[in-house]
RNA sequence: GGGCACGUAGAUCAGCGGAAGAUCGCUGCUUUCGCAAAGCAGAGGUCGGGGGUUCAAAUCCCCCCGUGUCCA
C-alpha cells in the first residue's frame, strides 16, 4: 500500500512522526519518541500495576464511556445484533462488528441504520479456544466497541483522517491516556474481494483498537477504488478495561467479583475458563444456539462440555446453571435479553448436561472393556486408542486415562494428531446441478411488478409479455407465486397454455409453458392461477407461522425455524429443539395452533424498512434465514408471531381451517420435524386415514376401537404359530431321526458308535438340525445328503470321539467335486451340479469308518 | 456439511466367516410365615433394513435408516 495513504492531515497537524518500530520494522505515527511500536511483541505490557487511563473502569463504565463518547461526536447508538449471525448464511457466528452490516450496508444495497453509528458488538472468536483463561487476554466472547461510517460519493460522511481524530479524542480526551504514549502502526487490511489501509492502535504494549478503510476492490493485481468506502474500527472494550485498571490479567479486570469467587474452588486458569465460558454460553443460548453434534449447536455443545469438564474436577464444587444463572443476571444489567431468557436457557443446559452424563458412561464402560479385552489377548492400550475414544466416543484423554487400569502416556500432540485424522476428509460435494437454470436477461427487460404481494386472492388477472426465451415468458405484472421460501410454484394458464413452473430470478419472474412459448413482447395475456392450489399453499403457509409460533410458545423462545416446506398435499417445519416431542408437547402444540385458527386472528402483511422492522420485532424475523433487499415484507399474525416473508398468506387465521399434525421426527441432534396438513388437504388426510383404519378394522374383524388390541392378538398368534411350526418340523425331524436310527440299510455300528448315512429331502437348515438330532447320544456320525436344484449338499456331523466332520467331508469332497467347509464337528459341501452325490456318500461312509478303526 | 464409532434377547453387552451366547431382568418349581436370597427348570432373537461376495454371513463389501462423537 502507498505510504501516502497514512500520511494524513490530523498527523501533520498534530506533530505527529513517522518512525520505523526496531522491532517488527513496521511504520508508525507517533507523537511520542518511541524506538518500537507500541504493541506485543516489540514492546512488553508496561501498564500492568501502572494504569495508563485516567482512572481505573469496569466493563460497564468503559463501555458507557467509549458509546457516549461517539454519540457525543454525533453518532448514533445501536443495539447489539445477534451473536448468531441470522441475516447471514456464509458464517454461523458474528466475528466483528462490521459483520451486522454485510452484505447489504456494505454494499451498497441498503442504506446503514444510522451514519455515522456507535455500537458495542459482542462477538464470538472460537480459533483462540486453546488460549482462554491461559494467555491473560483470550476470550471465546469479546464485546467489539466500534464506530463505523459509510461514505457515498454524494455523501461523505467521514473517512481516515476524522477516524483517526476520533480515536485519539477517545484515548487521549475522553480517557485520559499519556497522547505521547499512543502508536499507530501502518497496516494493510484485505478480506473478501476488498482491501485496504488500516492502522493498528497501541498502547503500553498493548493493541486496543483496529481502523480499517475499506476502500478499493482488487481486479488482479490493479486496484479499482470501491463506490462505497467504509470505516470499520474495532476496539477490545475488555483490553481497554484491562489497561484502565492494570491488572495482571484481563479476567481480573472484565470478570472481577464473580472471578475471584471462582477462584475459591478452582485454579485461575480453570476459573477463567468457566467464567468466559458462562459468558458465551449466555449470549449464544440466549440467541437461540441449541447444542447439537453439528453446526453453531457444535460450538455451543463444546463451551458447555468444556466447562463440565472443569466443573466435575471439583465433585460437589459449584455447578453450570447456577454459575450461567448468577453470570446472566450481571449480563442483563446491559443486555435485558440475556436475563429473559434465563429459564429456557436453563432447560437447555440441564437437557444437555444430562445427554452428556450418559454419553460419558456409555463411554466409560467401552473403554473398560476393550481394555479388559484387550488384556484377555496379552495386549495394552497405546495413545492411538486414546485418540479415537477421544473421536468417536467424545472421551477426553485424561477421562480416558482414570477409567483405565494400565494407562498408556497422554501423545504430547494429542489434539494436533486428532486434527491429522480430519484432514483427509473429503471437500464438500455440491449438489447435483440444479435443473435447467433461468436464461439471462438484458437489463433493458423491466423488472417484473409483483403483484400477489398485495392480494394473495385475486387468480385472473391481465399482463403484457416483455419477454420470451425458449418456454419461459416474463410479464410485466403477475400474480402468479415463483417457488421461494420454502413455498412451491403456483401453476395455472396464461391465455390456453398450461404454466408448469413458476421461478425467480434477479427482479423477474419467470413461466415455463409446455413447449416454446408463443408470445410476442408486447402482446397481453391473461393470468389463470390454480385456484384450489393457491388456497391450499397459503393455508399451508399460514400453518407454518402459526405452528412456529406454538413451537416458541410451548417449548421456549430457543425454537427457531430451520427449514420448511409447503406443497399443496403436505407441508413441514423444522425447527431447532434439544429432544423429540413428547406426546403432551405436541396435544398443546396442536391445542395452540388450532385455538388461534378459532380466534379469527388478522393476519397482516406488509413491507417495512428493514432497519425499523428490525428494531420493532428483534431478529426473531429471520425465522425463513437470511433474506435480501432495504425492504422487508413482513407477516404478522397479530399478538402471535412476526417474521419476515415473501410468502402468499390468508388474511385470518380462521381461513387455515384446521391444522392436523401427522408425524413428528428428531430428523438430527437438536432439530425436529413436524409433518402436517390444513385446510381442505387437513380433511382429506383425516377422511383418509379413518378409510384406512375402518379398513384395516373390517380384515381383521373388529371394530376400529378394538384395532390395537386386534393387532396384539393378531402378533400373539403369529407368534404362535410360528412356534408351532418351529415345533412341528422338530417332531418331523425327530421322527426321522428315529426312522434312520432304525433302518439297518441306513446304519452300520463300528465299535460303540454307529454311522447314519441317508439321502433325505431338507434344506440346508434341516440338515443341520437333523444331524444334531441324530447326534443326541454321543459316539454318532452322520452323513446326510441332499439334493436341490440339480445340486448335491453333504452333511457330515460328528459326536464320536476321534472322528472330525471336517475331515470326512474333505475325504469325500473329490468324489463330487464339492466346496465348502467346517468345523470337527459339523461340516458341509455343495458338489457341482450332476455330480455324483451317491459316490460322495460312499466315500464319506468309507472315511468314517476308517476314522472309527483308528 | 464431512470424518469416525456403534445398532445382537426386555436391559447391558460378548461373539467379528463354519450348528446364535453371557449377566441382569422375566416365568415356573423347590426352600421361606413373609421379605430378601439361593438352587433348579424355562420362555424370550427374521443379530437395524436392503443388496452383494461365499459351499457357508451376526461376522466381509456396498447402499440406506437410526444413535453417538469429533471437526468446520
Redesign the pocket.
Known amino acids: 500500500m502507498d505510504a501516502a495513504e497514512y500520511d494524513l492531515p490530523y498527523f501533520r497537524r498534530n506533530g505527529f512522526r513517522r518512525r520505523t518500530c526496531a522491532g517488527c520494522g513496521s511504520a508508525f505515527w507517533t507523537l511520542g519518541d518511541h524506538e518500537r511500536c507500541q504493541e506485543a511483541p516489540c514492546q512488553e505490557y508496561t501498564f500492568l500495576g501502572r494504569p495508563i487511563f485516567g482512572k481505573p473502569y469496569e466493563l460497564r463504565a468503559m463501555r458507557e464511556a467509549f458509546l457516549s463518547h461517539f454519540e457525543r461526536e454525533g453518532h448514533t447508538r445501536l443495539r447489539r445484533y445477534p451473536t448468531v449471525a441470522r441475516w447471514r448464511n456464509d458464517v454461523?457466528f458474528t466475528q466483528a462488528s462490521i459483520y451486522d452490516f454485510q452484505p447489504w450496508v456494505t454494499s451498497g444495497a441498503l442504506p446503514p441504520p444510522a451514519n455515522p453509528l456507535t455500537i458495542s458488538q459482542p462477538v464470538l472468536r472460537?480459533?483462540d479456544l486453546e488460549e482462554v483463561g491461559r494467555s491473560g487476554r483470550h476470550f471465546t466472547l469479546f464485546e467489539m466497541m466500534a464506530h463505523h461510517a459509510f461514505n457515498r460519493p454524494d455523501h461523505e460522511v467521514y473517512f481516515k483522517d476524522r477516524t483517526v481524530e476520533l480515536c485519539h479524542g477517545l484515548l487521549a480526551g475522553t480517557l485520559g491516556a499519556d497522547p505521547r504514549g499512543i502508536t499507530y502502526k501502518e497496516e494493510v487490511w484485505e478480506g473478501g474481494g476488498n482491501l485496504g489501509p488500516s492502522l493498528s492502535v497501541g498502547i503500553a504494549g498493548l493493541e486496543v483498537a483496529t481502523l480499517v478503510f475499506m476502500e478499493y476492490v482488487r481486479d488482479g493485481d490493479a486496484l479499482r477504488p470501491m463506490p462505497l468506502t467504509v470505516v470499520d474500527t474495532g476496539y477490545g472494550l475488555e483490553r481497554l478495561t484491562w489497561a484502565s485498571q492494570g491488572t495482571r490479567t484481563a479476567y481480573e479486570a472484565v470478570f472481577g467479583r464473580e472471578l475471584e469467587e471462582l477462584r475459591r474452588s478452582f485454579p485461575p486458569h480453570e476459573a477463567a475458563v468457566l467464567i468466559d465460558h458462562a459468558r458465551a454460553l449466555n449470549f449464544l443460548l440466549t440467541d437461540g444456539v441449541v447444542p447439537?453434534?453439528?453446526?453453531?449447536?457444535?460450538?455451543a455443545?463444546?463451551l458447555l462440555?468444556r466447562s463440565l469438564r472443569i466443573l466435575s474436577k471439583v465433585p460437589g464444587g459449584p455447578e453450570l446453571p447456577s454459575i450461567l444463572e448468577r453470570t446472566a443476571r450481571e449480563i442483563a444489567r446491559d443486555f435485558p435479553e440475556v436475563g429473559e431468557h434465563r429459564d429456557d436457557v436453563r432447560k437447555v443446559v440441564e437437557a444437555e448436561i444430562e445427554?452428556?452424563g450418559?454419553?460419558l458412561e456409555?463411554?466409560r464402560?467401552?473403554i473398560r472393556?476393550?481394555e479388559e479385552?484387550l488384556r484377555a489377548d496379552g495386549r495394552t492400550v497405546t495413545g492411538d486408542d486414546l485418540l479415537?475414544w477421544?473421536?468417536?466416543?467424545?472421551?477426553?484423554p485424561e477421562v480416558a486415562v482414570e477409567e483405565l487400569k494400565s494407562p498408556p502416556a497422554i501423545p504430547d500432540d494429542f489434539?494436533t494428531r486428532?486434527?491429522a485424522?480430519?484432514e483427509?476428509?473429503?471437500?464438500?460435494?455440491d449438489e447435483e446441478a440444479p435443473e435447467t437454470p433461468l436464461p439471462e436477461l438484458p437489463t433493458t427487460v423491466p423488472p417484473t411488478e409483483v403483484l400477489y404481494y398485495l392480494d394473495p386472492y385475486t387468480v385472473s388477472f391481465e399482463g403484457r409479455v416483455v419477454a420470451t426465451i425458449g418456454p419461459y415468458v416474463v410479464l410485466d405484472r403477475t400474480f402468479f407465486y415463483p417457488t421461494g421460501g420454502g413455498q412451491v410454484a403456483d401453476r395455472g394458464h396464461l391465455d390456453d397454455l398450461e404454466v408448469v413452473d413458476v421461478a425467480r430470478r434477479g427482479p423477474w419472474i419467470f413461466h415455463k409453458v409446455e413447449g416454446a412459448a408463443p408470445f410476442a413482447p408486447g402482446a397481453k395475456v391473461r393470468g389463470r392461477i390454480d385456484p384450489v392450489r393457491r388456497t391450499q399453499l397459503m393455508q399451508h403457509h399460514t400453518a407454518t407461522h402459526l405452528l412456529n409460533g406454538a413451537l416458541r410458545e410451548v417449548l421456549g423462545p430457543h425454537v427457531w425455524q430451520t427449514g420448511a416446506y409447503k406443497a399443496p398435499d403436505v407441508a413441514r417445519i423444522d425447527v431447532t429443539h434439544y429432544r423429540?416431542l413428547s406426546a403432551e408437547e405436541l396435544r398443546r402444540v396442536d391445542r395452540t395452533v388450532n385455538g388461534i385458527v378459532r380466534e379469527n386472528r388478522p393476519v397482516k402483511s406488509y413491507f417495512e424498512n428493514r432497519s425499523e422492522a428490525e428494531r420493532r420485532f428483534g431478529f426473531t424475523l429471520y425465522q425463513g434465514g437470511a433474506v435480501p433487499g432495504k425492504e422487508l415484507r413482513i407477516v404478522e399474525i397479530e399478538g402471535f408471531d412476526v417474521e419476515a416473508c415473501g410468502g402468499t398468506h390468508c388474511t385470518h387465521t380462521s381461513e387455515v381451517g384446521a391444522v392436523s399434525l401427522l408425524d413428528v421426527?428428531?430428523?438430527?441432534?437438536g432439530v425436529v420435524r413436524l409433518t402436517f396438513a390444513s385446510g381442505d388437504r387437513a380433511l382429506e388426510l383425516r377422511e383418509e386415514h379413518e378409510a384406512i383404519l375402518k379398513e384395516a378394522a373390517r380384515r381383521l374383524g373388529v371394530a376400529v376401537v378394538e384395532l390395537p388390541a386386534g393387532i396384539d392378538r393378531l402378533l400373539a398368534e403369529v407368534?404362535a404359530g410360528?412356534?408351532t411350526a418351529?415345533t412341528l418340523r422338530q417332531g418331523d425331524l425327530e421322527a426321522t431321526a428315529e426312522a434312520l436310527l432304525g433302518d439297518p440299510a441306513r446304519t452300520e455300528t463300528v465299535g460303540a458308535s454307529t454311522i447314519v448315512a441317508a439321502n433325505v429331502e431338507l434344506d440346508?437348515?434341516g440338515?443341520?438340525?437333523l444331524?444334531?438330532l441324530l447326534?443326541r447320544v454321543p459316539g454318532r456320525v452322520?452323513i446326510l445328503a441332499a439334493e436341490r436344484d440339480g445340486k448335491g449338499?453333504l452333511f457330515v456331523?460328528?459326536?464320536a470321539p476321534g472322528v472330525s466332520?471336517l475331515e470326512v467331508l474333505e475325504a469325500a469332497k473329490g468324489a463330487f467335486n464339492?466346496?465348502?467347509?467346517?468345523?470337527p464337528?459339523?461340516?458341509?459341501?455343495?458338489g457341482e451340479p450332476g455330480a455324483p452325490l451317491a459316490a460322495a456318500v460312499g466315500a464319506a461312509r468309507t472315511a468314517a469308518r476308517a476314522a472309527l478303526a483308528r
Open positions: 454461523f472460537f480459533i447439537s453434534n453439528s453446526k453453531a449447536g457444535y460450538f455443545r463444546l462440555r445427554k452428556y450418559e454419553a456409555r463411554a464402560q467401552t472393556r476393550t479385552r479415537v477421544y473421536d468417536s466416543l467424545g472421551v477426553p489434539y486428532v486434527a485424522r480430519h483427509a476428509e473429503k471437500p464438500t460435494v423429540g421426527e428428531r430428523i438430527q441432534d407368534a410360528r412356534r418351529k440346508r437348515g440338515l443341520m438340525e444331524s444334531r447326534g452322520a449338499t456331523g460328528s459326536t466332520a464339492g466346496k465348502g467347509g467346517g468345523n464337528s459339523a461340516a458341509t459341501a455343495v
